[in-house]
């Protein structure tokens, strides 16, 4: 037996159905390929409506939800769709399981799901009974130019062929009664569009940092080697364990990188972001001298290159203590001497302390190696290579 289901409140329930409809032409791959319609069916009204799509992936699922608001002008509070996959991750008579992109964009519209039970076109008749008539008053016998020809034309057929049709059962139009009994009563539509995300599950590297399309996140450290959930929309990448949000980014290009420095080891941070004023400020606070001869060291035009040394001198401080390098930077920077190496020489003989002897005077007469202004006179030159020619038969005997 067969039993009829009340059709319940005006504007509160909607049914969804994908229909193979047949071949229309595709101008991005230059060929005809098979599309097909998402059909909307107000359950009071019977008013209904068409999105037209090459695939059955959730963002055209969700491309037909924004374009059906639209077009009715509000939100149905309860949609019944068969199990599409990109609703249903697991499906159930009494607990289906939806996937978490649908759960994610029925919060943002503010719809509750209610699926159709596997095999089961009596748990949607009302957009079952539709399927037939698309394909046979609309699609039919039609030739569309491409995929937005059809759109224009499925809306167009919506409102006035099947909107104002004499229903057989209601013995009423469908667009009539649902702008009388049920356009008042649905929900708002969204104030912003669906930004449709992508939803992946990462891994947190020993880098601290997780891969969302082909862009890097970082972590804090406490997730490394954990696996977290990733939604990424057109504006910013959440980061979740287990439900709670963990971290949050502005969302990156391909081949980018979003780093928070509160998330690396502060002994490494500084060297991981090339902050260089950091190290600066760590320099000044082992000692006047120290801060100066670290800014010496970044006087450069690629200036992150000398990181290392600055890195060894607070090494230095660390090891030595401030009180001993910043005797010892005040020495180097009085004799001009820029070498991190010269100090740590210094604090391992513990010289840095030793003060530095006075220039001595140069000498009254001339120097021992002094030579005669003479020697450099061409002639002079000439006249001593004679000479030493001659002399030399004498040298040899």
């Known amino acids: ?49 068409i999105w037209l799509t090459f695939s059955q ?20 509070g309860v949609l019944v769709p068969d199990n599409l996959s990109p609703v249903i991750a697991s499906a159930d008579a009494v607990n289906p399981t939806f996937t978490t992109g649908w759960l994610d964009y029925a919060q943002h519209a503010g719809f509750a799901t209610d699926p159709a039970r596997v095999r089961s076109p009596k748990d949607k008749p009302r957009v079952e009974r539709m399927v037939q008539y698309v394909r046979g008053n609309f699609f039919a016998g039609e030739d569309f130019a491409d995929l937005a020809d059809a759109q224009v034309r499925a809306e167009a057929w919506c409102r006035s062929t099947a909107g104002l049709r004499l229903h057989g059962t209601t013995a009423a139009r469908p667009a009539e009664v649902f702008a009388e009994q049920e356009a008042g009563r649905l929900l708002a539509p969204p104030e912003r569009p669906y930004d449709v995300p992508i939803f992946k599950q990462v891994k947190v590297h020993k880098d601290f940092h997780v891969e969302v399309g082909k862009a890097l996140y970082s972590v804090p450290g406490a997730y490394i080697g954990r696996h977290l959930l990733a939604r990424a929309d057109g504006a910013l990448v959440k980061l979740f364990d287990g439900g709670r949000l963990v971290k949050t980014h502005p969302r990156q290009s391909a081949g980018g990188r979003s780093t928070d420095r509160a998330d690396l080891p502060e002994h490494r941070a500084a060297y991981a972001m090339r902050d260089i004023d950091a190290l600066i400020r760590a320099a000044h606070r082992a000692g006047l001298n120290v801060g100066i001869y670290a800014e010496r060291h970044f006087d450069d035009s690629l200036p992150w290159t000398r990181m290392r040394q600055v890195y060894r001198l607070l090494g230095l401080v660390r090891r030595y203590g401030a009180g001993p390098v910043e ?71």
Request: contains cysteine.
């Open 1 to 49: 037996t067969t039993v009829r289901v009340a059709d319940g409140t005006p504007g509160k329930e909607c049914q969804v159905d994908f229909a193979r409809l047949g071949l229309i032409y595709d101008p991005v791959q230059g060929r005809r390929r098979v599309a097909h319609a998402l059909i909307f069916t107000a359950v009071y009204s019977r008013h209904m409506f």
């Open 327 to 397: 005797a010892a930077c005040g020495k180097a920077l009085e004799l001009d001497v820029l070498s991190v190496s010269k100090i740590s020489s210094m604090l391992a003989a513990g010289t840095e302390h030793v003060p530095i002897p006075p220039p001595r005077p140069a000498a009254a007469g001339a120097g021992r190696f002094a030579r005669d202004p003479a020697e450099f006179n061409p002639a002079r030159r000439a006249h001593l290579t004679l000479l030493g020619s001659a002399e030399a038969p004498e040298r040899s005997s």
């Open 57 to 76: 992936t959730l963002e055209a699922v969700i491309a037909g939800c924004e374009a059906a608001w639209r077009f009715f002008g509000g939100v149905f």
